[in-house]
């Protein structure tokens, strides 16, 4: 592994795994038995830290222990085999390590140990956990619900999360890039975030078609008017959920026909459009597998009720 990261070699993926290990050691942190197990400067087991970062690459002269010894290499007749009691440099140390139990085999093997929370380590290895503690958390934005939610589809989440920051290289942020680019759908020359969705005539008339009954009065072709509608409504339990679920599918789409006219591999009609988006809808209805069988099988009922609708 080591030769791997010093020379290069293996593969990119797994050399960028390999410079995440200052990162992971914070979270490391070792349950002493045996001492046979864990690195005596390089591991945490003192729950102080890693011991060569204390005392610096010098420390292994003044305590008198190998740079590449095992816990259990300071131990020597069942005491602890390490120099510094009447030096001055890190008697601190010292006085930490003399304090502990001494390793002894009859103990058990060491136990890695990985940290859950701010004290708190555990044997398991939790990736929500190591998150919780990596991210920077901030507020709640309000239209959260209406991007990620259970009956979404992750690749559409994404595509819709990106609409909502207008990070989508729609003409008005390709022209930074010296790019010229109108609507591709109804040949308007200023392509922007709000007339893709849905101020085109092309995505409105998906968007009408396929949302209308669910939205009522309320169906706009205003982007900001539409999110915050999406996001917040006194529609009913399973409305809510459909409205949701049509308007992901209706982004994701509508910008997946953008794309493939502006390169030229494809061109759908507005019903060959809504079928597509019907069709995706529907069959995400059916690969939910969550309640009881009346809620899941209520739900499908409920968008040939609301879609179907004259």
């Known amino acids: ?87 001055r440099h890190f008697h601190d140390l010292y006085e930490s390590i003399q304090n502990i139990q001494v390793p002894q085999e009859d103990q058990g093997r060491d136990k890695v140990l990985w940290k859950h929370a701010e004290d708190t380590y555990k044997a398991q290895f939790s990736s929500v ?68 969705f849905f101020a085109c005539p092309y995505t409105y008339s998906v968007w009408d078609r396929l949302a209308g009954s669910l939205c009522g009065r309320r169906i706009n072709p205003d982007w900001s008017l539409t999110l915050q509608f999406v996001t917040n409504n006194n529609l009913q339990l399973m409305d809510k959920i459909l409205l949701k679920m049509v308007f992901q599918t209706c982004v994701y789409y509508m910008w997946k026909e953008r794309n493939e006219r502006r390169h030229q591999r494809g061109f759908r009609t507005v019903d060959q459009a809504i079928r597509i988006v019907d069709k995706a809808i529907r069959n995400r209805i059916s690969s939910l597998r969550y309640g009881p069988v009346h809620r899941f099988a209520g739900l499908l009922q409920r968008w040939f009720e609301v879609f179907d609708r004259p």
């Not at 507020?139 to 559409?156: E, H």
């Not at 729609?170 to 591709?184: E, F, K, L, N, S």
């Open 129 to 196: 956990r190591t998150w919780d503690q990596i991210r920077v958390r901030k507020a709640t934005v309000p239209w959260s619900k209406c991007v990620w939610f259970t009956q979404g589809v992750p690749r559409y989440s994404f595509i819709v999360w990106l609409a909502v920051k207008n990070r989508l290289s729609t003409g008005d942020r390709m022209r930074a890039w010296g790019i010229q680019q109108g609507c591709v759908m109804c040949g308007e020359w200023d392509e922007t975030r709000d007339h893709v």
């Open 1 to 87: 592994m080591l030769n791997s990261d010093l020379h290069g070699k293996g593969s990119w993926m797994w050399r960028k795994l390999l410079k995440l290990r200052p990162l992971a050691y914070q979270f490391i942190r070792f349950e002493i038995n045996d001492g046979q197990k864990a690195f005596f400067w390089f591991d945490d087991w003192l729950q102080m830290g890693r011991l060569i970062d204390i005392t610096g690459a010098v420390g292994t002269c003044y305590l008198g222990v190998a740079r590449n010894a095992r816990v259990i290499d300071a131990v020597a007749q069942s005491r602890w085999n390490i120099r510094g009691q009447r030096s």
